[in-house]
């Protein structure tokens, strides 16, 4: 979906070109909960396409109650298992949203 140019590197560039900032993405990454989510009891959904899939972790943790599921498919991009179900809706999102 996006060209391999647009890796992190590039962002990280970015910012700096656009902001005069110099990020610092492990700082940010420890303060804000590490990789981790802290909530319980929650299912999060990404496509495969989703820009933010990075964010979720997927593998299961069963101490908090907490899912992440990905739609695997064409077209499923950020937020595609919340829109309106269509017939036509590939398997793969159509499971996500069950």
Same mark, same amino acid.
């Given at each position: 979906?996006?060209?391999?140019?647009?890796?992190?590197?590039?962002?990280?560039?970015? =910012?700096?070109?656009?902001?005069?900032?110099?990020?610092?993405?492990?700082?940010?990454?420890?303060?804000?909960?590490?990789?981790?989510?802290?909530?319980?009891?929650?299912?999060?959904?990404?496509?495969?396409?989703?820009?933010?899939?990075?964010?979720?972790?997927?593998?299961?943790?069963?101490?908090?109650?907490?899912?992440?599921?990905?739609?695997? =498919?064409?077209?499923?991009?950020? =937020?595609?298992?919340?829109?309106?179900?269509?017939?036509?809706?590939?398997?793969?999102?159509?499971?996500?949203?069950?």
């Amino acid at each position: 979906m996006r060209p391999t140019l647009l890796n992190d590197s590039y962002w990280v560039d970015m =910012c700096h070109d656009v902001y005069g900032v110099k990020l610092n993405i492990e700082r940010s990454i420890s303060e804000f909960a590490g990789r981790h989510t802290a909530g319980s009891n929650t299912v999060i959904t990404n496509g495969a396409e989703d820009p933010w899939q990075w964010a979720t972790e997927l593998k299961p943790n069963e101490d908090i109650n907490q899912l992440g599921l990905m739609a695997d =498919c064409e077209d499923c991009g950020h =937020c595609a298992e919340l829109y309106t179900p269509k017939e036509d809706d590939p398997e793969e999102l159509k499971a996500v949203r069950k």
